[in-house]
């Protein structure tokens, strides 16, 4: 995140200094907000810089244990720099008598030299150390930053949208917008929406192509061969949905990316207004909350169950899966809690909702589902008009449905609990209400991936290629297999929350039922191509580094293989044998001889 923070949040001429040598590798960055007290509350983070205008310097402070940096990688050990996260404390005219006293300004960037360029000494007043071992993830060194009393020039508060002068007057930059600071979040948890479509994809194709080779029960035929574990629907059942999200990941990533975009253009640019570029954070913000929770939630998950789809074999670390799972499962809470997250997706839900029910602006793209899902009696029916149950706007149609009944279930549930005698506060009602509210976040992005993944599917229909940038024509069949994907995604979410759908109404137990048997039909129709869409994500034996998803398919030599190399066989026996088990049993052979 350091880079990105400088080309996101610093003046063109730090940017003149500091992205050279950070590209050059001279200065060896690390992005420090998280704090061993706070992580989430951004605004309660207690480091903090001091502006000494006598000097024309911040004095950085770590002031309590709780403010110590915890966490960022490179920090322990590598990085030279740190973006440090810290409260700008500015000084205030005040009597010769009484103590100095400051205004805090609140949560500012700025840039902290931690070693010596030359010879990686930590400089002066700065402590910095590595936190230890975690699950996985053992190459990066995440670390600890003590401050004390660490001064940094005023040059180094990033500069792109505020100023301190020499005379510790604090200004913003004409144009710049309130919210500027967030964007670099922003863009990590976009980063990490594609990141769950290549991480879950990758696991996938371990897994399928492990069980397009692996046989095990015989089947019913005279020849008695044995069956491929991928022909099982139960292992069908595990694995295909799986690779249906990480497509259905892709198609939402890469939207994404496209919105983030357009709200880095307006916010950096100062192509819009203050109101349209606030409306276009807010929107951004809630949908990168929302999607990072559930994509990394599916992906973590999902992972896992890979591993456990390869049997005892999963379980070895030659299958790259425990690495891939270890990994990854650090998504779930880096960048914001996926539970957290899903406060800032549904607050902002509401408050679209609570303007839309009493006549507001037109919604943005987000929101812009409530208009028809409000209004049942022309919603798309599944199933309807002899379409049979694929049918994409019914698809969509009955997701959004239950995305908005949800949220309007919340809302007013929200508003019964303020009113009354027994009346709680709005912040008291909001803590009752957050089971709800994780449901809310998860039906509103479920639905958001499938408008993706539709939109998707229509630009390849368009001529454009996968990528949406420029014209390759997909064919006919290419485009129905991911059809294909679509309704698995779809169909097994919805069995799988079928509870939902009965309790708001849109959906009869007779219909639920239908959608479960579509499952069954569609995991026979992706079954075979399985093996060649795990092949179309690209990834070669060096990047999944696992003896069973090989592309050859021969796992049981490269088992062998990775047991042959494992350092524990090179010497027979093994070292420490002679001052371990032998010396215990010369003991006994001499107890037994002095019986005799």
Not at 76 to 99: D, F, H, K, Y
Not at 199 to 209: F, G, M, Q, V
Not at 221 to 240: C, F, M, N, P, V
Not at 525 to 549: I, Q
Request: hydrophobic share 40%.
């Amino acid at each position: 995140m350091f880079l990105p923070c400088l080309l996101s949040l610093c003046s063109e001429e730090q940017q003149a200094y500091w992205v050279p040598a950070a590209r050059s590798k001279k200065v060896l960055g690390c992005y420090a907000q998280t704090e061993l007290g706070h992580g989430s509350n951004i605004q309660a983070l207690q480091t903090t810089a001091t502006f000494d205008p006598a000097t024309d310097e911040f004095i950085m402070d770590t002031p309590t244990t709780q403010a110590y940096k915890w966490w960022p990688g490179t920090l322990g050990r590598t990085a030279n720099t740190a973006m440090v996260i810290a409260r700008l404390l500015l000084p205030q005219e005040s009597s010769s008598s009484s103590p100095p006293s400051y205004k805090d300004m609140g949560i500012h960037n700025f840039i902290v030299p931690l070693r010596d360029l030359h010879t990686h000494a930590l400089l002066p007043g700065v402590v910095t150390r590595d936190i230890g071992p975690k699950i996985a993830f053992a190459g990066m060194d995440n670390g600890c930053l003590e401050l004390h009393a660490v001064r940094i020039p005023r040059a180094n508060l990033a500069q792109r949208f505020v100023r301190v002068t020499r005379q510790g007057v604090w200004s913003r930059v004409e144009g710049t917008h309130s919210k500027a600071a967030y964007v670099t979040m922003m863009q990590v948890r976009a980063i990490i929406v594609v990141h769950s479509a290549r991480e879950l994809s990758k696991a996938c194709t371990i897994a399928i192509r492990y069980s397009a080779v692996r046989r095990q029960g015989f089947d019913d035929s005279k020849t008695g061969s044995e069956l491929q574990i991928l022909d099982y629907a139960s292992q069908q059942y595990r694995l295909l949905p799986l690779l249906a999200a990480s497509v259905g990941f892709f198609f939402c990533g890469r939207a994404v990316l496209t919105l983030l975009a357009e709200t880095e253009d307006a916010l950096l640019k100062g192509r819009k207004g203050q109101a349209e570029v606030g409306a276009l954070m807010g929107r951004a913000h809630a949908a990168l909350a929302g999607l990072k929770s559930l994509c990394t939630t599916i992906a973590a998950d999902g992972i896992e169950e890979c591993r456990k789809c390869c049997g005892g074999h999963g379980y070895l670390a030659c299958s790259g899966l425990p690495e891939l799972s270890g990994n990854f499962l650090q998504q779930c809470t880096v960048e914001g809690d996926n539970v957290l997250l899903t406060q800032q997706t549904v607050g902002y839900l509401l408050k679209s909702y609570i303007k839309w029910r009493t006549g507001g602006p037109v919604l943005d793209e987000e929101c812009q589902y409530f208009v028809t899902a409000a209004d049942g009696a022309h919603a798309e029916g599944l199933g309807e008009g002899g379409k049979g149950l694929r049918d994409e706007p019914a698809v969509l149609s009955l997701f959004s449905r239950r995305a908005f009944a949800t949220l309007e279930r919340l809302a007013l549930r929200l508003q019964s609990l303020t009113e009354g005698e027994a009346s709680l506060s709005q912040a008291g009602a909001w803590r009752r209400v957050l089971v709800d509210v994780m449901f809310v976040s998860r039906s509103h992005a479920l639905y958001t991936v499938l408008r993706h993944f539709a939109a998707g599917l229509q630009s390849l229909r368009d001529g454009n290629d996968v990528s949406g940038v420029g014209k390759a024509g997909a064919d006919a069949a290419f485009i129905q297999v991911l059809e294909r994907l679509f309704f698995l995604f779809a169909f097994y979410h919805l069995s799988k929350e079928a509870g939902d759908f009965l309790e708001l109404g849109l959906l009869s137990p007779e219909m639920v039922a239908r959608v479960r048997g579509e499952v069954e039909i569609l995991l026979g129709e992706v079954r075979p191509d399985a093996v060649a869409l795990c092949d179309g994500w690209d990834w070669d034996d060096f990047e999944l580094k696992s003896a069973l998803g090989r592309w050859d398919g021969r796992y049981a030599e490269a088992l062998l293989a990775s047991a042959k190399r494992e350092p524990l066989n090179h010497q027979d026996p093994v070292d420490g044998w002679d001052r371990t088990w032998q010396p215990q049993w010369k003991v006994e052979e001499q107890m037994e001889r002095a019986r005799l």
